[in-house]
């Protein structure tokens, strides 16, 4: 092993692999490696610039475990910066340690001649770099495991499990589905798989693996410190953080799949001013264009839609339009874009990339004109008319098959690069956007890390209508805010099979509903069934085409569950100046606003266990109800003085209590002193 010291970095280089590790930003290192002759220059969610770090680099022997009598000693080398050190011995094997202590360490079984822990035969390295001929390298980093870790973060999965120890999870982007590869250890580190290939990661108890399945590097950046705040401190200070949320989006926004004509939306909109409920947003979903690719209104069914965007700013309430990065062969873009190569490649059969109702091939984000291109059609058609926001749907991107080896991109294959693809998108539409002072709340269904510091409301995607699924959004959401994304939100009540007749389900969504007051984005969405409203006309595109679900309003459920929804609106607009606060956090900080509850209370052992339960900002203790009929739960009260919301009543903390719980009211208590 040849060790040299470059400025700051420690680079190692050994067989034909190159290994750089180098402080970036506080008690932080950067570890990269690479098979080709110099690193491929990106920087992937690193965007973030960071102050120069004083680091330090020994060389020297390394007795691996004192008090073996059998101890063989040989060089190594070890770089620190702050609180976070990391020691590369002989054959290249890397570890961790947050204060001198071991928090990772490579994962070696190979006899080099040594007697030391890695000596085995089985030949295993730590970083296996596995090569395509003639081109890039699948690569597997393996880590040992240690017991009793628990792991957060990751983004978006639909299971029941918070702590992602033991879980294994596809690093690929599917509806439903974010892949944020940042996680958080109960150990004190936080660590960010920056590389954005598809692959997989094997949280497991024996092993922790990391794959990518086509990359040029190894890139993987750790952070360390006393608890999860500051972990999420330190990543966003290097991904960046979420701007601030303007304060007239953070009540309460009206959206249904799918309001088919401008009228249709201003009744609405009316009907609520009648109400005196004041909308923050009314989302106008897809199909409402001619086809897909054309990003534009159907006149025939929105003749006069700046009037209606100028009716709806009346009334205090922003737009927000669904587009999508799908073109139909039929759009009058389709045949531009495809001879200017703006469109997704296949590397073999057809030219297609998704099929939902239209041949159809999805945009290149990738490629800075096809960026242009797309923002100047939806300026034309959407922004110069008033449109506020867009609702970037299928932002993974949906597709036919997820053949990920069968697709490619200006930046690369797929498989290299595709996880950014809904980052790339969204920054279609917010350095525009922003470039003309707009603010930017874009709503989308996927991300990757950083997505945050690009104006992205992320929510968990299409999901049934179940109170499986609504157990699974609760974790998702932490989970999501640990991965550095705060604005993040889920369809209330699901988006697919709620049947508007059907008591269980009206249960299901009055619970979903009052969880979603104390979500950050709290929006009103789904496909209600049954499907029995036929299409506007006989035509196979445009605005009239496919159907639209039941109605999905507040009165649209009878009169009960109106008078609980509006309740529960009025909670949320007693919380705005709270919301703007913790709002606030997020923008300076990095902090979440649905927050684990160890983020609060990270010296509680309990908290490190509960996933039905959390803290919203710093102040209020949310538990919804997640189980059909209960009306009651447990709840975990941490030391302190908690006041229930509903009852001012005062209860000391530090133990569990059943809370009521009737079917106007979930248990929330606020933190006192």
């Excluded at 290994?19 to 490696?33: C, H, T, V």
Aim: hydrophobic share 35%; with cysteine.
């Amino acid at each position: 092993m040849q060790f040299i010291q470059d400025g700051g970095a420690l680079v190692c280089r050994r067989q034909g692999e190159t290994l750089r590790i180098e402080p970036w930003g506080k008690d932080s290192l950067r570890i990269r490696a690479t098979m080709f002759p110099a690193f491929c220059g990106q920087d992937w969610a690193l965007t973030e610039p960071v102050a120069p770090s004083e680091s330090s680099i020994t060389l020297g022997t390394d007795p691996w475990r004192e008090g073996d009598g059998n101890i063989s000693q040989y060089p190594c080398a070890v770089i620190a910066n702050g609180r976070i050190s990391a020691k590369v011995n002989k054959s290249g094997v890397v570890t961790i340690c947050r204060d001198g202590k071991p928090i990772l360490h490579e994962q070696y079984r190979f006899y080099d001649g040594l007697v030391t822990r890695e000596s085995h035969c089985q030949k295993k390295l730590a970083r296996e770099w596995v090569p395509y001929v003639g081109g890039d390298y699948k690569l597997s980093v393996r880590f040992e495991p240690n017991d009793g870790e628990k792991i957060f973060g990751m983004g978006t999965y639909q299971q029941p499990y918070m702590d992602l120890k033991g879980c294994l999870l596809d690093l690929s982007q599917k509806n439903s589905q974010t892949t944020v590869p940042f996680a958080v250890s109960s150990l004190g580190y936080g660590f960010l798989w920056n590389n954005p290939a598809v692959g997989q990661v094997t949280f497991g108890k024996n092993m922790t693996e990391w794959v990518a399945q086509a990359c040029k590097d190894m890139d993987y950046w750790v952070t360390v410190a006393d608890t999860p705040k500051e972990l999420l401190y330190n990543y966003t200070a290097v991904t960046g953080r979420a701007p601030m949320m303007p304060e007239d989006a953070m009540g309460f926004w009206q959206c249904k799949l799918r309001y088919r004509t401008q009228d249709e939306v201003l009744t609405v909109a009316r009907k609520y001013r009648e109400m005196g409920i004041q909308l923050d947003t009314i989302v106008i979903d897809f199909f409402h264009w001619t086809v897909q690719g054309d990003w534009k209104f159907d006149k025939t069914y929105w003749p006069d839609p700046k009037a209606m965007v100028d009716e709806l700013h009346a009334m205090g309430i922003k737009v927000m339009v669904s587009v999508w990065p799908s073109v139909d062969r039929r759009s009058e873009n389709f045949g531009e874009m495809a001879e200017r190569g703006l469109l997704m490649r296949t590397e073999r059969g057809a030219m297609q990339t998704y099929d939902f109702q239209g041949d159809c091939v999805q945009i290149d984000p990738f490629n800075p004109e096809t960026r242009e291109y797309v923002w100047q059609k939806c300026k034309e058609h959407y922004a110069d008319l008033g449109i506020d926001y867009f609702w970037l749907d299928n932002s993974e991107p949906d597709l036919t098959k997820y053949d990920f080896d069968n697709f490619r991109y200006w930046a690369g294959p797929a498989l290299e690069v595709s996880n950014l693809y809904p980052q790339w998108y969204s920054r279609a539409y917010f350095e525009p956007m922003t470039a003309l002072g707009k603010p930017v709340v874009n709503l989308l269904r996927s991300g990757w890390a950083g997505s945050q510091k690009y104006g992205n409301v992320l929510w968990s995607g299409d999901v049934p209508s179940s109170w499986e699924s609504l157990r699974d959004q609760v974790q998702i959401g932490l989970n999501m805010g640990l991965a550095g994304i705060p604005w993040w939100n889920t369809d209330i009540g699901g988006f697919m099979e709620g049947n508007v007749f059907d008591p269980d389900f009206k249960e299901l969504l009055i619970r979903w509903y009052e969880w979603a007051v104390f979500e950050p984005v709290m929006r009103l969405h789904g496909d209600r069934e049954p499907f029995t409203i036929p299409q506007l006309d006989d035509r196979d595109w445009g605005g009239g085409y496919l159907h639209t679900g039941q109605d999905n309003e507040m009165w649209s459920y009878g009169p009960e569950v109106q008078a609980i929804m509006v309740k529960h609106y009025e909670l949320r607009r007693s919380l705005l100046p709270y919301l703007k606060k913790i709002y606030a956090e997020a923008h300076e900080n990095g902090s979440p606003l649905m927050r684990a509850m160890f983020y609060e209370f990270p010296e509680d052992e309990k908290c490190w266990t509960l996933s039905d339960q959390y803290m919203f900002g710093p102040d209020y203790l949310v538990a919804p109800v997640l189980v059909s009929g209960a009306r009651a739960r447990e709840v975990y009260l941490p030391a302190g003085r908690w006041q229930d919301i509903r009852t001012q009543e005062v209860l000391e903390g530090g133990r569990t209590i059943t809370a009521d719980a009737p079917i106007d009211a979930i248990p929330v208590f606020k933190r006192l002193g």
